[in-house]
């Protein structure tokens, strides 16, 4: 799997959106980019995963650069709730088992009031 | 429906007992995972259970074990404990299917504090 790199830490002001980037430079064609939250103390969250496309939710919106070399994960309106360490995975999609996520340190996102 | 259950939330073991932790799977979930979370860092992968199998094990020694169950439900045994195992013992599980390789539902862990 593909190794990504994110910030250690960010700050955003509640009610604005908070814009989390991850690199993953070596990512391979057939590898998808997902994003996890972990709130403190709490399991990891799924929150949304794509492959070319920009893609969005309820929870948030997964921006994927041309190359697939990085991404950006956009909260549009960053509650309190959603201070947490967000993590940027890069890995392929497989149907049975291998299933495994590795998981980086991730960015501690903290909202401020 | 219940999402990922796993217990107990929380155990103190003393150095060299052995300790089970059991976890529930999400409703139509067929795949476990259990990772291990040491304070301050990110999950890393044990091992992954499907269809009754140990399908993929991460870096961790054999005195970690696990069992999976016909309805899904899984253990993990750690034999000979540590100080180094204290850590949350997270599970996830997935759905059948290429649909359960995007999304991974995780319960709340097992905090495990070795003495």
């Known amino acids: 799997d593909a190794k990504t790199t994110q910030p250690t830490s960010m700050d955003c002001a509640e009610g604005r959106a908070a814009n989390l980037p991850c690199n993953h430079s070596?990512?391979?064609?057939?590898?998808?980019v997902y994003w996890y939250r972990q709130i403190h103390s709490q399991g990891p969250q799924y929150i949304i995963h794509g492959l070319k496309n920009n893609e969005t939710n309820e929870m948030a919106s997964l921006i994927i650069t041309e190359d697939r070399k990085s991404s950006t994960l956009i909260l549009p309106h960053a509650t309190l709730r959603d201070t947490a360490v967000y993590y940027c995975?890069?890995?392929?999609?497989?149907?049975?088992?291998?299933?495994?996520?590795?998981f980086g340190s991730g960015t501690q996102l903290t909202v401020l009031p | 429906d219940a999402g990922v259950t796993q217990s107990p939330t929380h155990l103190i073991k003393t150095r060299g007992q052995q300790v089970t932790l059991r976890c529930s799977p999400k409703?139509?979930?067929?795949?476990v995972s259990w990772y291990q979370q040491a304070l301050g860092q990110g999950p890393q992968f044990i091992f992954q259970y499907y269809e009754e199998e140990e399908r993929q094990r991460g870096n961790f020694p054999d005195r970690f074990s696990g069992h999976q169950f016909p309805n899904y439900s899984s253990e993990l045994n750690v034999n000979a404990l540590l100080l180094g195992d204290s850590a949350l013992y997270l599970c996830a599980s997935s759905s059948p299917g290429l649909a359960g390789a995007y999304e991974q539902y995780f319960g709340p862990g097992t905090r495990l504090t070795v003495t």
């Open positions: 070596t990512i391979s064609g057939n590898e998808y």
């Open positions: 995975i890069v890995r392929v999609a497989v149907s049975g088992s291998a299933r495994q996520l590795t």
């Open positions: 409703s139509g979930h067929d795949t």
